[in-house]
């Protein structure tokens, strides 16, 4: 069965940059469509975007599109999360998650039914 599992999440500064990633283990991604969401404290769930299999990105707000970037490689089975310019309130759990196939991307946590268990990203200030 394929698992997710992220990492690259750490405690940073205010304007640093880091990359998270998401790797498949026990299978592929296939041409499944790959989503990073955030959760922090006491918040909802949040849609950061998502990626196709042919590399067509979106990003979930006009604060996303500025700093972050998404990018794949199918044949690592390994998804990245750009994040630069980090604020404080960027701090939160960040997931991938896999969805459908096609060229469609969804904001809908509901859509994934595949899920990691999360990197802590914290930024101070």
């Known amino acids: 069965q394929v698992q997710l599992v992220e990492s690259g999440g750490r405690w940073v500064q205010v304007g640093d940059s880091l990359r998270l990633s998401c790797a498949a283990s026990?299978?592929?991604?296939?041409?499944?469509?790959m989503a990073w969401f955030r959760q922090a404290p006491e918040k909802a769930r949040e849609y950061v975007g998502a990626i196709t299999r042919r590399g067509n990105s979106v990003l979930g707000s006009e604060t996303s599109k500025g700093r972050f970037s998404l990018s794949r490689d199918d044949a690592k089975n390994i998804v990245w999360l750009q994040l630069n310019g980090l604020e404080p309130d960027d701090s939160a759990v960040y997931y991938c998650?896999?969805?459908?196939?096609?060229?469609?991307?969804?904001?809908?946590?509901?859509?994934?039914?595949?899920w990691g268990p999360g990197t802590q990203v914290t930024v101070s200030s």
């Open positions: 026990g299978g592929t991604f296939g041409d499944r469509v």
């Open positions: 998650a896999a969805g459908g196939t096609g060229e469609s991307t969804s904001a809908r946590s509901r859509d994934y039914d595949l």
